[in-house]
């Protein structure tokens, strides 16, 4: 076989999969299951605190449209280091999303609003109180590749803004890897 026949069939090969459909349509139901990680930044007169929060995540997502997605996500993990005591991290987040989903391999990007809930959030770090409870907004990306109708497996990436505390906090920011599986 000559180099550049070779390398032309190697190149199809490897592109053929980007091309098969995904069969995305309204009504379509997701149920997801993911680990991802947190990272949190706090700021208060100088003093800063840094935490990374591993995560479990639940999600549930309903195609309002073919590329319209609504959704809910569920997340427990518990918040570490900075020589602070692990804390309880959760979170509870409405999204909407808009997917080009016509291939194996589907982008999206959306955003939302949620809940962050810490065992001792920015508040106790600086002042020795207690939980916080902290609306949210955020924006994400992501794909997933899909290679059959009923199962997907997923990377996001999504900015959130807490919005009780837009002076103290930046971040947090998440990565999370999914297993998504799909009824009609």
């Known amino acids: 076989m000559s180099r ?3 390398t032309a069939l190697a190149a199809l090969l490897l592109a053929a999969p980007l091309g098969s459909p995904a069969w995305a349509e309204r009504g379509e139901r997701a149920l997801g299951v993911g680990v991802g990680n947190l990272s949190l930044r706090s700021d208060d007169a ?17 195609a309002v449209t073919d590329f319209v997605e609504l959704g809910g996500l569920l997340r427990v993990g518990v918040g570490l280091g900075d020589g602070r005591d692990p804390e309880l991290v959760g979170a509870l987040l409405a999204e909407a999303r808009y997917a080009i989903d016509a291939l194996t391999w589907v982008p ?16 106790g770090y600086f002042s020795g109180g207690g939980p916080s409870f902290d609306p949210t907004a955020h924006l994400g990306v992501g794909v997933d590749w899909r290679p059959s109708r009923r199962v997907a497996l997923g990377a996001a990436f999504r900015f ?3 919005l009780t ?6 971040g947090p920011f998440d ?3 999914s297993c998504t599986f799909y009824a009609d």
């Open 46 to 62: 100088g003093v800063v605190v840094k935490r990374q929060a591993p995560y479990l995540q639940g999600e549930l997502r309903y």
């Open 165 to 170: 505390e837009l002076g103290q906090s930046l």
């Open 175 to 177: 990565a999370t890897l």
């Open 160 to 162: 959130h803004l807490s």
């Open 108 to 123: 999206w990007f959306g955003g939302g609003l949620g809940l962050l809930v810490r065992g001792q959030g920015p508040k």
């Open 4 to 6: 550049p026949f070779g």
